[in-house]
């Protein structure tokens, strides 16, 4: 092989190959006057060239003009150039291109573009001008296109003006491809397929609009037969215009149709056949979406487990042969109580949470007859809320409570304090620490109440110190009066574990306070002569880092504590480790208290610290409870053999007999009936359906696949992998919880990549990640978010009323911008609906009445003319997205105007786009501060604070629940329709 | 000349912390750590690019973004090598953002540890792998030529 060791000693024919590549002012830049023999090289090649000269500077030109063209004119067979500073008139003045094969001219003048046509003979043509506007001209233009241009076999025309062309015989024979981007007349357009004999390609559009009819030549048409694809873009046009262009093209396969008709398009399906594609085909969409829809349908079925609520309540009396045992009954709450805590422990090992409760211990052994620990496994979710409505009404938690009535957190079933207040006894109830107790029970009268706000998760001592500082107080006070009933919710220890973890010192300090707040109750109760219960329960475990929530034995394994001055009371018990469910609290708690047991408990009494001659009434009670709801609920659940089975039994020995005998049969039956009942009731509200859930799945990914095959040819392969990346990256996000956690965040991470990577000018790109900057402030903290997260100070309900008057007061200016690029004048109602919510926000009376009423009329209208719709949507938005949020709404606005706007090339139409506007929709779920947990619905939108007496009908209809349901979907996903929307709108607008 | 490429450095610098802050860095907290992250980019990624084109910030954004015109050049070996270390750098330290959300409690979850540590895995695993592009397309032609 021979050493190359510079340029030159490359041979010729090389130079040759490298010189095809380039352009010729980098040619000649790069080579010329080199040397002799790159000179030669570069002049007398007798090759072609390609020279490109579009946006040229005007030293550029002059190089061409002086340097190049003069040697090279003849040669060159590809030339670009752009006429717009004359370029193309002063080169043809001196010079002339007899070789030339293709051209591109953009913004050329008539008289040139006649010099060129007459002197060469082009295979290529391409031009896009506004220079040239005369028909007369455009028609000269065509003619010798059409008549003397007979190699032309690509052509390419864009004339900001009409066209028509109608000439008698053309000689055009080798045309294949035309593209032609002005509207001509559909006679035109017949006469051009009629008479191109090889065309294969064509992209035309077609406007009848205030043609003469001109049909003389329709008798002598003949068929079109190589046309293969078509893009046509019809206007204005008649059907059987459409259907006669049809029937001349016999062997098209790909047909592209846009634009608008008026005109059932079936008619034409009928007549048709041949089609690969066609846009108008909505049907097959529609059932594409049809099929997703029954894959959602079945999915939901199978995941989105439902319990019916019965709002009844447990009537009757307690049997009147049991007296009242304990006057003083003090319930204390230890959150996240774990059960080896509390439970002694014989090994060796020492940290932070074991055996640190040792008075507890204490008791257990010293005072054996009258304490008593019990193993409570609670049902997952374990989170707070979810427990404390378990251990008042003894339900077991489903997803979805179907309920009627939509307000937030408040227990609607039958509970244990609703019944303390029916019962005849006047147990009065007091309650110290956790608030979320109000929430769920805010219409409960409590005689002491003093409670502490739960959120604060770092810190650990003020709701327990505040509980200490009223609980002795609370004791005395309420132990001199007959009977009563203490609720404390102590949260350090929770906290703790959130905080630090249980093996953390402060996890020593936190228990050693709880046994300390056990030692002095059990010691003010053997000062006291009145029968007291203290029952010590945790809500539910913690995991090795002191995180709850799932169903890890940790977490559900939690402990529950009993202990009372009366002495003997728990004789006749075997001291095995016991484990019981944690609804089983609920009846037997209820028997402590001598209430009866709510109506939808499912909880079977604890028997065994039941004294030995009180269990048989006490199952009996227990078994009537169960045996009603049961009855009520069997009419839409069904029950397993084996449970009809025992009910039946039981039914014998409870009420068709009634006779007290063979107590540890009866035990016996009693306890495998318990246990029967709630694994059947707990498969039937926590076992998703699988099946269902995989077939929803399956479908809902065929429906999907179908949809790319049927899209696959419209694909842009423009950063195709970044968009596949990115898309899977979102889909793999939904299976790490953390990620969906925090998915507002990663929606904007990707919303900014998006924007980043793409191709638009620096400062669009700036000002669009700013407007999305500026969201970030609106979204708000999940529970799991909770100690990273801080809400937007302006989130938080009832800032200040000054905040409040000037955030409303952004949020009219906001609106009234929205509605004056969305809406005419002439359509005045969105602007009333406007101008009565914004007088709500401003406290005026009475005016919500007008709002309703406009937005009555305008559904009425929207009945009659369904294109009022979006405004229709835009009024409803105002008043439920509420002024808030309404700064969001205007950015999302804003953005898509922004995207939409100012961008005349087609650069739109790549998926990327299309990823950035789904994408989008989702985010601004999140940017209009929601998040998908139930608890943070917005519920506010459904019920607005009325300071008005509403007319008696209008408030039914507001009033109802469908209005309300309707409201509150507005409002949850009003991202996601202001997406649609307002992309409809701009699209069109384009 | 070397006034031009600092004050390049700087606007690099001022660029990468914005685009950091819009990319979701905290904006009033940890004021020093975004601007420690955006300095030790532009410095690993950025400091090949910034010395051969001279501190011309325009077309350094071009040679990254429009690679239209540059193509010719980028045809080069060197700036073959520059143009993937930028993008191995800005990916690296893109990819680094993903174990923050997740719930491990680690110390260096922290923001801009991952950040810092993938930004720097990106730029040397770009550097080797052009050098192993180049090294393989090299014994192709070769083989190709000997045959």
């Known amino acids: 092989?021979?050493?190359?060791?510079?340029?030159?000693?490359?041979?010729?024919?090389?130079?040759?190959?490298?010189?095809?590549?380039?352009?010729?002012?980098?040619?000649?830049?790069?080579?010329?006057?080199?040397?002799?023999?790159?000179?030669?090289?570069?002049?007398?090649?007798?090759?072609?060239?390609?020279?490109?000269?579009?946006?040229?500077?005007?030293?550029?030109?002059?190089?061409?003009?002086?340097?190049?063209?003069?040697?090279?004119?003849?040669?060159?067979?590809?030339?670009?150039?752009?006429?717009?500073?004359?370029?193309?008139?002063?080169?043809?003045?001196?010079?002339?291109?007899?070789?030339?094969?293709?051209?591109?001219?953009?913004?050329?003048?008539?008289?040139?573009?006649?010099?060129?046509?007459?002197?060469?003979?082009?295979?290529?043509?391409?031009?896009?001008?506004?220079?040239?506007?005369?028909?007369?001209?455009?028609?000269?233009?065509?003619?010798?296109?059409?008549?003397?241009?007979?190699?032309?076999?690509?052509?390419?025309?864009?004339?900001?003006?009409?066209?028509?062309?109608?000439?008698?015989?053309?000689?055009?024979?080798?045309?294949?491809?035309?593209?032609?981007?002005?509207?001509?007349?559909?006679?035109?357009?017949?006469?051009?397929?009629?008479?191109?004999?090889?065309?294969?390609?064509?992209?035309?559009r077609i406007n009848d609009y205030n043609r003469e009819y001109m049909d003389k030549d329709i008798d002598h048409l003949t068929g079109n037969e190589s046309l293969h694809s078509l893009i046509l873009h019809i206007e204005n046009i008649e059907l059987d215009r459409l259907l006669l262009i049809f029937s001349l093209m016999i062997n098209v396969r790909i047909i592209d149709l846009n634009g608008t008709i008026d005109f059932d398009i079936n008619h034409v399906l009928e007549l048709e056949r041949n089609y690969t594609s066609f846009r108008y085909m909505n049907y097959k969409f529609l059932s594409l979406n049809f099929l997703y829809i029954i894959g959602l349908i079945f999915f939901l079925n199978g995941f989105l487990l439902t319990r019916r609520v019965i709002l009844q309540n447990s009537i009757g009396t307690f049997p009147l042969s049991i007296p009242i045992e304990f006057n003083q009954v003090i319930l204390i709450v230890i959150d996240a109580l774990r059960y080896d805590f509390i439970k002694p422990n014989n090994d060796s090992i020492t940290n932070n949470y074991l055996n640190q409760m040792p008075f507890v211990q204490e008791l257990l052994e010293i005072k054996s007859k009258q304490s008593i620990l019990l193993r409570l496994i609670a049902d997952p979710p374990t989170t707070t809320l979810q427990r404390l409505k378990a251990l008042t009404t003894g339900t077991l938690p489903t997803f979805i409570d179907i309920s009627y009535n939509f307000i937030g957190y408040e227990i609607q079933e039958d509970n244990i304090l609703n019944q303390l207040i029916k019962s005849s006894y006047q147990r009065n109830i007091s309650l110290l620490g956790d608030d979320t107790w109000l929430a769920l029970y805010p219409n409960i009268k409590f005689k002491h109440l003093y409670v502490y706000p739960s959120f604060d998760v770092h810190d650990l001592d003020t709701v327990d110190n505040g509980i200490l500082k009223h609980l002795w107080t609370v004791i005395e006070d309420t132990r001199h009066e007959q009977l009563s009933f203490i609720i404390a919710h102590f949260l350090g220890v929770d906290h703790c574990g959130h905080r630090y973890g249980p093996l953390h010192i402060e996890m020593k300090r936190k228990l050693n306070q709880m046994d300390d707040v056990i030692r002095n109750i059990s010691l003010s109760f053997n000062k006291s002569n009145s029968s007291s219960l203290l029952i010590v329960i945790g809500d539910h475990g913690m995991t090795q880092q002191g995180d709850h929530g799932g169903d890890e034995l940790n977490e559900i394994e939690t402990a529950m504590f009993i202990y009372t001055n009366k002495p003997n009371y728990f004789l006749s018990l075997n001291q095995n480790e016991k484990t019981v469910s944690q609804i089983d609290i609920v009846p037997t708690l209820s028997w402590f208290l001598h209430i009866l047991i709510p109506y939808s408990s499912l909880g079977m009494m604890i028997i065994d610290i039941i004294p030995l001659e009180q269990r048989y009434i006490a199952m009996k009670l227990n078994f009537e409870q169960i045996e009603i709801y049961l009855k009520h609920i069997s009419l839409t659940l069904s029950l397993s053999d084996k449970l009809q089975e025992l009910r039946a039994n039981l039914h014998t020995i409870f009420i068709s007999f009634d006779r007290e005998r063979n107590l540890t049969m009866i035990e016996n039956l009693f306890n495998e009936f318990k246990f029967e009942l709630q694994t059947h009731f707990r498969l039937q509200w926590s076992t998703f359906n699988v099946y269902r859930i995989i077939i929803g799945l399956i479908l809902m990914l065929i429906s999907c696949l179908i949809f790319l095959l049927i899209f696959m040819k419209l694909f842009n392969y423009e950063n195709i992998i970044f968009n596949i990346s990115l898309t899977l990256m979102y889909f793999v996000i939904s299976f790490s919880n953390s990620f969906i956690i925090n998915e507002a965040m990663c929606l904007y991470f990707f919303l900014q990549t998006i924007i980043l990577i793409s191709k638009m000018k620096i400062l669009k790109k700036f000002l669009l990640s700013f407007l999305l900057f500026l969201t970030r402030t609106f979204l708000i903290c999940r529970e799991e978010q909770q100690p990273y997260c801080i809400d937007s100070i302006w989130l938080i309900k009832k800032f200040s009323d000054t905040s409040d008057y000037f955030l409303s007061f952004m949020a009219t200016i906001v609106w009234l911008i929205i509605l004056i690029l969305t809406c005419n004048y002439s359509y005045l109602l969105p602007y009333i609906s406007y101008i009565c919510v914004v007088g709500y926000w401003f406290n005026i009376p009475y005016i919500l009445s007008i709002f309703y009423l406009s937005i009555i009329i305008q559904i009425c209208f929207v009945l009659l003319n369904p294109n009022h719709f979006d405004k229709l949507i835009y009024s409803i938005l105002i008043f439920v997205v509420g002024y808030r949020f309404s700064f969001v709404i205007f950015l999302q606005y804003f953005i898509y105007y922004i995207i939409f706007n100012n961008n005349n090339n087609n650069n739109n139409n790549n998926q990327s786009f299309s990823l950035f506007l789904s994408i989008l929709a989702d985010y601004f779920f999140y940017a209009t501060g929601h998040q998908p947990v139930l608890s943070q619905i917005r519920w506010t939108a459904a019920f607005p604070t009325l300071n008005s007496s509403i007319n008696i009908y209008l408030s039914l209809i507001i009033n109802s629940l469908i209005v309300r349901g309707i409201f509150i979907l507005i409002e949850t996903f009003s991202g996601q329709i202001l997406n649609v929307i307002v992309i409809r709108k701009l699209y069109q607008k384009k | 000349?070397?006034?031009?490429?600092?004050?390049?450095?700087?606007?690099?610098?001022?660029?990468?912390?914005?685009?950091?802050?819009?990319?979701?860095?905290?904006?009033?907290?940890?004021?020093?750590?975004?601007?420690?992250?955006?300095?030790?980019?532009?410095?690993?990624?950025?400091?090949?690019?910034?010395?051969?084109?001279?501190?011309?910030?325009?077309?350094?954004?071009?040679?990254?973004?429009?690679?239209?015109?540059?193509?010719?050049?980028?045809?080069?070996?060197?700036?073959?090598?520059?143009?993937?270390?930028?993008?191995?750098?800005?990916?690296?330290?893109?990819?680094?953002?993903?174990?923050?959300?997740?719930?491990?409690?680690?110390?260096?979850?922290?923001?801009?540890?991952?950040?810092?540590?993938?930004?720097?895995?990106?730029?040397?695993?770009?550097?080797?792998?052009?050098?192993?592009?180049?090294?393989i397309r090299n014994k192709q032609k070769y083989n190709e030529d000997i045959e």
């Open chain 2, 1 to 135: 000349m070397n006034m031009s490429i600092g004050f390049c450095y700087l606007q690099l610098i001022g660029i990468t912390y914005v685009i950091s802050v819009l990319m979701g860095a905290p904006l009033l907290t940890d004021i020093l750590q975004t601007l420690m992250f955006s300095i030790y980019i532009v410095l690993i990624g950025f400091t090949p690019i910034i010395i051969s084109l001279k501190g011309n910030l325009h077309e350094i954004y071009n040679f990254l973004f429009q690679n239209e015109f540059y193509l010719i050049i980028s045809t080069s070996k060197k700036f073959f090598y520059m143009r993937n270390l930028v993008w191995g750098t800005i990916i690296g330290a893109w990819l680094g953002a993903i174990p923050i959300p997740l719930d491990w409690d680690r110390w260096w979850q922290q923001w801009p540890i991952t950040c810092l540590v993938s930004s720097t895995i990106g730029a040397s695993c770009s550097i080797i792998i052009s050098y192993l592009w180049l090294w």
């Open chain 1, 1 to 204: 092989m021979k050493q190359i060791l510079s340029l030159t000693d490359l041979s010729n024919d090389l130079f040759f190959e490298i010189f095809d590549y380039l352009d010729v002012l980098d040619l000649f830049q790069a080579f010329f006057n080199l040397n002799q023999r790159f000179n030669l090289l570069v002049i007398d090649r007798h090759n072609s060239f390609q020279a490109n000269m579009i946006s040229l500077k005007s030293y550029k030109f002059s190089i061409y003009k002086n340097f190049i063209l003069p040697h090279i004119a003849c040669y060159i067979r590809y030339l670009s150039i752009s006429d717009e500073l004359n370029y193309l008139q002063i080169i043809l003045q001196s010079i002339s291109f007899t070789n030339l094969l293709s051209i591109k001219l953009y913004h050329v003048k008539l008289k040139e573009l006649k010099i060129i046509l007459q002197h060469c003979q082009l295979k290529y043509f391409f031009i896009d001008t506004n220079y040239i506007q005369n028909e007369k001209h455009l028609n000269e233009i065509f003619k010798i296109l059409f008549n003397q241009q007979l190699e032309l076999s690509i052509m390419q025309c864009h004339f900001h003006t009409n066209l028509y062309f109608i000439e008698e015989k053309n000689k055009l024979s080798k045309l294949r491809r035309v593209i032609i981007d002005c509207d001509c007349f559909s006679s035109d357009f017949i006469v051009l397929i009629s008479q191109l004999r090889e065309l294969r390609y064509l992209n035309a």
